[in-house]
């Protein structure tokens, strides 16, 4: 399986830009996707395909990457970014998600 | 707007299995396949399987064959996921989505169904 590594933590304060990485173990063409979990909530879509912005989601969020490398870029970070940041894949079988980014404020 | 409203909570009992359902509603359920996926100890997210309401095909992951079974009611718009023969691994939360076919992201998500397999 394609294995996705993230930084299992961040800590940000309000106003800065930050950057979120994840890391494919094989080539992922740009099939990768990423996503916002709140606490008790479920996920919800950010970014499609590496770059491209979900429906209502605020142009903060960005994407970019190819290959094997990818990230998710927020700036500026809001107090209402605190989330944890999956990305997923749907380049290889089977889809996989990386083990995800707890993005905290300072 | 799009929703997928799932079924309650469920308290199992290891070796039985369970029945979950996840009714879709503002879109044509027909039109989109719809995804299942797990997420354990509050943190890792896999994906079980999907099925096409429309024709009732199916893809899964290896890890959950034989553990997960997809159906759909089209004249309910809802989809259903039985998991047999449970053990304290399978406990979880369950969510299901719908999927957009190529390039396969999950666009919508159900708020999910946590399922405790405890004697």
């Known amino acids: 399986d394609t294995v996705l590594t993230q930084s299992p933590a961040l800590a940000v304060s309000p106003g800065e830009r930050v950057s979120i990485s994840c890391r494919a173990s094989?080539?992922?063409?740009?099939?990768m996707h990423w996503y916002q979990q709140k606490p008790g909530q479920q996920p919800k879509l950010l970014i499609y395909?590496?770059?491209n912005l979900a429906s209502g989601v605020p142009a903060r969020f960005s994407g970019s990457g190819s290959g094997t490398d990818f990230t998710l870029t927020i700036d500026p970070v809001e107090a209402d970014d605190t989330a944890t940041y999956f990305c997923q894949q749907s380049w290889n079988d089977p889809r996989t998600f990386g083990g995800g980014t707890k993005l905290e404020l300072k | 707007q799009v929703k997928l409203l799932q079924s309650g909570a469920a308290l199992v009992k290891p070796g039985a299995s369970v029945k979950m359902s996840c009714k879709a509603s503002g879109y044509t359920f027909t039109d989109y396949w719809v995804s299942w996926v797990k997420q354990s100890h509050g943190k890792s997210l896999e994906w079980i399987g999907e099925?096409?309401?429309?024709?009732?095909?199916?893809n899964f992951n290896e890890k959950f064959k034989g553990k997960a079974t997809l159906t759909v009611d089209k004249s309910t718009s809802t989809a259903y996921m039985e998991l047999s023969r449970l053990t304290s691994e399978d406990s979880a939360i369950y969510y299901c989505t719908r999927t957009r076919w190529i390039p396969y992201y999950f666009d919508y998500w159900g708020q999910g169904v946590m399922v405790t397999v405890s004697s």
């Open positions: 094989e080539g992922v063409n740009s099939y």
């Open positions: 099925i096409y309401p429309n024709s009732g095909a199916t």
């Open positions: 395909k590496a770059s």
